[in-house]
């Protein structure tokens, strides 16, 4: 099992920037690729911004140039910096990884999610 913990959301102003973390614990010798989904207020989970094992990144297009997604000094530890971020940008963030057995067999782990809420 892999457990996940986001940390580092909160309240900014818009044009603020803001730092997540997610810190994976337990089987992470298989994680594979690490991401960020979001969920804003009425709205369905989305696709945010991924890194692979080999740091491949990639993000929706409507945060690139803005939010950039890094290892956080481990392979099991992955941030998200977030700049000019705007009111659209208010949601729940969860972080996501995805681990490779041996035998190829794929599974997803989810954190808890941290609330960003991006107003004046």
């Known amino acids: 099992q892999v457990h996940l913990v986001e940390s580092g959301g909160g309240l900014v102003q818009p044009g603020g920037s803001l730092r997540l973390s997610c810190t994976a614990s337990?089987?992470?010798?298989?994680?594979?690729?690490m991401s960020w989904y979001r969920q804003p207020p009425g709205s369905q989970r989305e696709f945010v911004a991924g890194?692979?094992?080999?740091?491949?990144?990639n993000y929706v297009e409507f945060v690139k140039g803005r939010f950039t997604i890094s290892r956080d000094g481990a392979e099991h530890t992955v941030a998200l910096q977030m700049n000019t971020l705007e009111t659209d940008d208010t949601a729940v963030y969860y972080c996501?990884?995805?681990?490779?057995?041996?035998?190829?067999?794929?599974?997803?782990?989810w954190g808890q999610g941290t609330q960003v809420t991006v107003s004046s």
């Open positions: 890194i692979t094992k080999g740091g491949v990144t």
């Open positions: 996501n990884a995805v681990t490779a057995t041996p035998a190829r067999t794929l599974e997803e782990w």
């Open positions: 337990g089987n992470i010798e298989n994680i594979y690729g």
